[in-house]
Every structure is written in structure tokens, then in C-alpha cells.
């Protein structure tokens, strides 16, 4: 395990101060002074998860747009500007949140600062740009979904078993959706969303916290906070567990298993870290069990995955995967994977195992953090998803006190649970 002098010099709490502009405006400082470098990133709490079917990818689609441009800078110009004083930048899109971000050396975060707050608020939309704009995005739905078998399926399982609302809109958008966003929807969600109230700034690295505070107040401080609405409602649907079944471009057979899992909130806090650890105790490592006893021992597996998303602000999934060698019927595999989760609710944990699963996840975890990038990150999705970044400081101590029987309890919700069964099969 790790040790508690390692925790302890992990905590953020020793170097984040956080605090609100009068306009809401939430700002989190990382202090990390290992290099001259900082991440300055804004963080807006909107994503696929809140859009609705017709206006699927648009928080996306957005996303592009912010880099074509304001009242007071031409396309590009902003991302000209950061690689001039030798920074990088650059934007994504979740389910929950939309962000952007710069890497830049602490000398020219004023600069960063100045160009990402005014396109909080003074954004252009120019219809050749977006016609342009949804032309690229349609191209990265066609090579990142449409032309990837594995993409496509997952996509699949999500709205059959989420529906077309939440976490079961695919973040790219559907391809009718993107086809179709106009400059008039597009403001419509850059003005309800786009608000000092409905984001978060955070610094990240080696920089001066008064003089930030006051670059911070300057650039930010005057821009006015706007009431956010609900754009989107929830659409019922009825889940089905009907197994999907396709032939596509793959090499050889893939089956996924897929069970719904419930969101996460500090009362299942244990429950979920039970989880990840019973994930990462099956298929975390070339030391885990689908490795050692699927693929290496009897030789029934080519290889193994999993998909879980331990903090989910929604009903989301777990996916359990891999593809049979040549010669072994998919269902072996099948249920070659639920007699491990048998095996362990039967018989236990092996000597060492659980202390050597908890080495791994939590090295894993931590060794991540050496990047400043990656604090503003993980800070970030928490932040944006409803979270506290203290869940981090909280992390090491939450996952040593996972026992054996909680790791047995959540097993038995694998097995006990219905899902959805998806088998890919080569294109003859």
C-alpha cells in the first residue's frame, strides 16, 4: 500500500486556495512550483449529457467555434498568439463539461487570461465558419464512430441502454444533428451556458497567487453572471437487454457485456471504490486475473477490458470485454468471464492480492499527478461534474479501507445483475 508519509505530500489542500468572484465565477489555485510552467484552464458545466435529441454535438460543435474568432480577435489569432510566446493549447468535450485550457510559461499568463476571457463573452459566430466547422466535426464523427466497429457498438449499447437524453447521447453528436445546428442554437447555447457562473478557472504550477488573484478580477471580475436554464428535460425510454449483434471490419470477434451502474454520490462513495478495485483486482494489469487465467493459463482469451467511469454524475455503465482466440465460441468467453467473478465471490482473495491490487490502482492514480496537467484535470472533471476536488486528498485512505467482503458484495452485483450482450463478429 502507500505508505502515509506519500499521502501526506500528496495533499491538495496544502497548496489549493479556492474561491468566487463576485459574478460566481469559481477559481481554484494549484500551487506546484516544480517548473516554471502553469495550465491555466476554464471549465464550463455543459456537455453532451445536457443536450437533447435534434441538437446532439453541439456542445461540441461549439467547442470549435470559440477558436474562430471574437469582436476582438480573428480566427486563429488566439491559438497564433499562444504559440508565439511558445505555449500550446488546446479544448475538449465530455458528457458533463466543455473546457479549455493553455500551457504556457508563467511569464505570459496574463496573456492566456486575456484571450480565453474574452471569448467567455464576446464570441463571433460567422456562418462560413461554422459551415466549416461542422464539415470537420462530421469528419471526426466518420473517423472516430463511423468507421471504428468497436465505436459504433458502444455507441449502440449507450442508447439502448440510457436512451437518447444523459449520459446516452453520444458526445460527438448524431451526423443528422450536426448537419443541422444553425448559428441562431449555437448562441442560444453559448449565451445560456457561457457564464462566469457556470464555470470554473483553474491554475495550475509555478505563478505568483496575489498578482494572478488580480490578473484574475481583472479580466474576469467584469463580466456580468447570467441566469442559467435547464435546456434539456429527460425523455423516458424503456431499457432493453436485447443483445446486439453485428458484422463489421474486425479481425476477430469482440463481445461486450454492459450492466448499468448507478451514479456516484458520497453515500455510495465505498461501494464505488469497491468497484474499481474489484476492476482493477480482474483486469487492471498483466498481473490481474482475466490476464493471468483467460489469456495466459487457458488461453481463451486473446485480450481483455474494461470501461468504468468512477465518478458519473449520471446513470451510466460498466463494460466488460474482450476477444476469444481462434477456435474458442464467443459464449466460452462469456462465460469464462463470469466464472472469475464466481471463482473470487467463492473462494476469495489470494495471499497478497489485495494489497498488491491496491499498489497498483493507487500508484497509478498518484504517479499521475507528476503532471501539472493532469491536476487541473482531475480537479476540473470533479469540479465540473458536482464533485469536490477533496474526494482526491480522501482517496488513498478511502481505498485502503476496501475489505475483502466489500469487494465481494459488488462482485455479486456483476453477477446477479442483467445486461446487455454485444458481440461483434468479422465482416465475411
Same mark, same amino acid.
Given at each position: 500500500?502507500?505508505?502515509?508519509?506519500?499521502?501526506?505530500?500528496?495533499?491538495?489542500?496544502?497548496?489549493?486556495?479556492?474561491?468566487?468572484?463576485?459574478?460566481?465565477?469559481?477559481?481554484?489555485?494549484?500551487?506546484?512550483?516544480?517548473?516554471?510552467?502553469?495550465?491555466?484552464?476554464?471549465?464550463?458545466?455543459?456537455?453532451?449529457?445536457?443536450?437533447?435529441?435534434?441538437?446532439?454535438?453541439?456542445?461540441?460543435?461549439?467547442?470549435?467555434?470559440?477558436?474562430?474568432?471574437?469582436?476582438?480577435?480573428?480566427?486563429?489569432?488566439?491559438?497564433?498568439?499562444?504559440?508565439?510566446?511558445?505555449?500550446?493549447?488546446?479544448?475538449?468535450?465530455?458528457?458533463?463539461?466543455?473546457?479549455?485550457?493553455? !500551457?504556457?510559461?508563467?511569464?505570459?499568463?496574463? @496573456? $492566456?487570461? #486575456?484571450?480565453? %476571457?474574452?471569448?467567455?463573452? /464576446?464570441?463571433?459566430?460567422?456562418?462560413?465558419?461554422?459551415?466549416?466547422?461542422?464539415?470537420?466535426?462530421?469528419?471526426?464523427?466518420?473517423?472516430?464512430?463511423?468507421?471504428?466497429?468497436?465505436?459504433?457498438?458502444?455507441?449502440?449499447?449507450?442508447?439502448?441502454?440510457?436512451?437518447?437524453?444523459?449520459?446516452?447521447?453520444?458526445?460527438?453528436?448524431?451526423?443528422?444533428?450536426?448537419?443541422?445546428?444553425?448559428?441562431?442554437?449555437?448562441?442560444?447555447?453559448?449565451?445560456?451556458?457561457?457564464?462566469?457562473?457556470?464555470?470554473?478557472?483553474?491554475?495550475?504550477?509555478?505563478?505568483?497567487?496575489?498578482?494572478?488573484?488580480?490578473?484574475?478580477?481583472?479580466?474576469?471580475?467584469?463580466?456580468?453572471?447570467?441566469?442559467?436554464?435547464?435546456?434539456?428535460?429527460?425523455?423516458?425510454?424503456?431499457?432493453?437487454?436485447?443483445?446486439?449483434?453485428?458484422?463489421? !471490419?474486425?479481425?476477430?470477434?469482440?463481445?461486450? @457485456? $454492459?450492466? #448499468?451502474?448507478? %451514479?456516484?454520490?458520497?453515500? /455510495?462513495?465505498?461501494?464505488?471504490?469497491?468497484?474499481?478495485?474489484?476492476?482493477?483486482?480482474?483486469?487492471?494489469?498483466?498481473?490481474?486475473?482475466?490476464?493471468?487465467?483467460?489469456?495466459?493459463?487457458?488461453?481463451?482469451?486473446?485480450?481483455?477490458?474494461?470501461?468504468?467511469?468512477?465518478?458519473?454524475?449520471?446513470?451510466?455503465?460498466?463494460?466488460?470485454?474482450?476477444?476469444?482466440?481462434?477456435?474458442?465460441?464467443?459464449?466460452?468467453?462469456?462465460?469464462?468471464?463470469?466464472?472469475?467473478?464466481?471463482?473470487?465471490?467463492?473462494?476469495?482473495?489470494?495471499?497478497?492480492?489485495?494489497?498488491?491490487?491496491?499498489?497498483?490502482?493507487?500508484?497509478?492514480?498518484?504517479?499521475?499527478?507528476?503532471?501539472?496537467?493532469?491536476?487541473?484535470?482531475?480537479?476540473?472533471?470533479?469540479?465540473?461534474?458536482?464533485?469536490?476536488?477533496?474526494?482526491?486528498?480522501?482517496?488513498?485512505?478511502?481505498?485502503?479501507?476496501?475489505?475483502?467482503?466489500?469487494?465481494?458484495?459488488?462482485?455479486?452485483?456483476?453477477?446477479?445483475?442483467?445486461?446487455?450482450?454485444?458481440?461483434?463478429?468479422?465482416?465475411?
Amino acid at each position: 500500500m502507500i505508505p502515509a508519509s506519500a499521502e501526506s505530500s500528496l495533499k491538495f489542500s496544502d497548496r489549493i486556495e479556492e474561491y468566487k468572484l463576485s459574478n460566481n465565477l469559481k477559481v481554484i489555485l494549484i500551487k506546484d512550483s516544480r517548473s516554471p510552467s502553469v495550465v491555466s484552464s476554464i471549465w464550463y458545466k455543459v456537455g453532451s449529457s445536457y443536450e437533447y435529441e435534434g441538437i446532439t454535438g453541439i456542445s461540441h460543435v461549439l467547442e470549435h467555434m470559440m477558436f474562430k474568432g471574437t469582436s476582438n480577435t480573428q480566427p486563429g489569432e488566439f491559438s497564433k498568439k499562444i504559440k508565439e510566446v511558445g505555449g500550446s493549447e488546446n479544448a475538449f468535450t465530455g458528457r458533463d463539461f466543455t473546457g479549455y485550457y493553455q !500551457k504556457i510559461h508563467k511569464d505570459f499568463l496574463e @496573456l $492566456s487570461l #486575456k484571450l480565453e %476571457s474574452d471569448r467567455m463573452s /464576446n464570441l463571433v459566430f460567422n456562418e462560413n465558419e461554422l459551415k466549416s466547422e461542422k464539415e470537420v466535426v462530421k469528419e471526426e464523427r466518420r473517423l472516430r464512430t463511423d468507421d471504428q466497429p468497436i465505436s459504433k457498438v458502444f455507441e449502440k449499447i449507450g442508447i439502448q441502454a440510457l436512451g437518447m437524453s444523459g449520459y446516452g447521447i453520444p458526445i460527438i453528436g448524431t451526423m443528422k444533428d450536426i448537419e443541422n445546428i444553425n448559428t441562431d442554437e449555437l448562441k442560444k447555447w453559448y449565451f445560456n451556458f457561457y457564464v462566469p457562473n457556470n464555470a470554473t478557472l483553474i491554475i495550475a504550477g509555478d505563478f505568483d497567487i496575489d498578482n494572478t488573484k488580480e490578473l484574475i478580477q481583472k479580466y474576469y471580475g467584469k463580466i456580468p453572471s447570467r441566469n442559467v436554464k435547464e435546456l434539456a428535460t429527460k425523455k423516458d425510454y424503456v431499457l432493453s437487454y436485447n443483445d446486439i449483434k453485428v458484422s463489421d !471490419k474486425v479481425s476477430e470477434p469482440l463481445i461486450l @457485456l $454492459s450492466f #448499468k451502474n448507478k %451514479s456516484f454520490d458520497l453515500k /455510495n462513495k465505498k461501494e464505488v471504490y469497491a468497484m474499481e478495485l474489484l476492476l482493477e483486482l480482474m483486469d487492471g494489469s498483466s498481473a490481474s486475473r482475466f490476464t493471468k487465467n483467460l489469456v495466459d493459463t487457458k488461453k481463451i482469451a486473446l485480450n481483455t477490458f474494461i470501461s468504468f467511469d468512477s465518478y458519473s454524475r449520471e446513470e451510466n455503465l460498466i463494460t466488460i470485454g474482450g476477444s476469444p482466440r481462434t477456435g474458442i465460441n464467443p459464449n466460452t468467453l462469456k462465460k469464462a468471464i463470469f466464472d472469475e467473478f464466481h471463482s473470487f465471490i467463492k473462494n476469495g482473495l489470494l495471499d497478497d492480492e489485495l494489497s498488491n491490487t491496491k499498489s497498483r490502482l493507487l500508484a497509478s492514480n498518484i504517479y499521475k499527478f507528476d503532471s501539472v496537467f493532469y491536476q487541473a484535470m482531475q480537479v476540473g472533471m470533479l469540479e465540473t461534474k458536482g464533485f469536490n476536488w477533496k474526494l482526491l486528498d480522501e482517496y488513498i485512505e478511502d481505498i485502503n479501507n476496501v475489505t475483502e467482503s466489500d469487494l465481494v458484495n459488488v462482485a455479486k452485483k456483476i453477477v446477479n445483475n442483467n445486461y446487455i450482450y454485444s458481440l461483434i463478429e468479422p465482416k465475411l
